[in-house]
C-alpha cells in the first residue's frame, strides 16, 4: 500500500519510526529527520499519537477519542480520516 492511499476505518494504522517527538503541556511537537521538517499537533492530536505507538484499528482510535471526548461518532470519524489521510500524506504514520 502507499502513502496516497485512501484511509478507511477497517485499516490499521501506525506512526513511522523515523520521527522524534516530544510533548510539551499537553501538545507534541514532532521532526521528520528524513524530511527536515517540524509538525505540531493539538491535544486531540496527541491523543492520536499516543493511540498510535502500536498498530491500531483506525475504528478502534475513533472508539477510543468518542469515550474521551464529547463528539458524535459519525464527526469523529469523518475528523479522524482527515487528519490520518493528512499523516500519510506527510508520511508521519504508516498503513500496516
Not at 523515523?18 to 521528520?32: H, N
Not at 529527520?33 to 478502534?60: C, F, R
Amino acid at each position: 500500500m502507499t502513502s496516497s492511499a485512501t484511509i478507511d476505518l477497517d485499516m490499521t494504522i501506525v506512526r513511522n519510526g523515523g520521527l522524534l517527538d516530544s510533548e510539551i503541556d499537553g501538545e507534541t511537537v514532532m521532526m521528520s529527520v528524513e524530511q527536515g521538517n517540524y509538525y505540531g499537533l493539538n491535544q486531540v492530536g496527541t491523543e492520536i499519537w499516543k493511540l498510535i505507538e502500536s498498530p491500531i484499528k483506525v475504528e478502534d482510535i475513533c472508539k477510543a477519542l468518542v469515550k474521551e471526548y464529547k463528539v458524535e461518532q459519525d464527526t469523529c470519524e469523518k475528523e479522524v480520516l482527515s487528519f490520518l489521510n493528512d499523516l500519510t500524506s506527510e508520511k508521519i504514520v504508516v498503513l500496516s
